[in-house]
């Protein structure tokens, strides 16, 4: 199983970047997916998450610049980031609770590598 993230760049404070994270292989479910972001010499944190029903929850601070999406069809999580700010500068990783075909071991947490996302004052 693997996750690509894809999406990330160099954007001016005040603008947007749509992130996207494709989940391959061979999954039989996948159950709530999210995106965190990564600063250096800082743990990972959430920024969204959204189940498979598509219930969402946001950090607080994101809640109405960020919007997060998915595709079920195609295992596909999205992440809408409008009014930028530098401090929103890390890389984000995605995330996916999910089960592999053919695996007793149950559901587990996969990432993927991350895209930078840059914010310039």
């Known amino acids: 199983v693997q996750l690509q993230a894809f999406g990330g760049g160099l954007v001016l404070a005040g603008g947007s970047l749509r992130l996207s994270c494709a989940a391959s292989?061979?999954?039989?479910?996948?159950?709530?997916m999210g995106w965190y972001r990564q600063t250096p010499g800082n743990e990972r944190e959430l920024i969204a998450a959204i189940t498979s029903g598509g219930s969402t929850a946001y950090a607080g601070s994101k809640e109405g610049r960020f919007t997060i999406s998915r595709d079920n069809a195609k295992n596909t999580v999205y992440l809408e980031m409008n009014s930028l700010k530098p401090e929103d500068t890390g890389v984000y990783h995605c995330?996916?609770?999910?089960?592999?075909?053919?695996?007793?071991?149950?559901?587990?947490?996969?990432w993927g590598k991350g895209t930078l996302v840059t914010v310039s004052s």
């Open positions: 995330n996916a609770h999910l089960m592999v075909t053919g695996q007793d071991s149950g559901f587990m947490n996969y």
């Open positions: 292989g061979s999954i039989y479910r996948i159950n709530e």
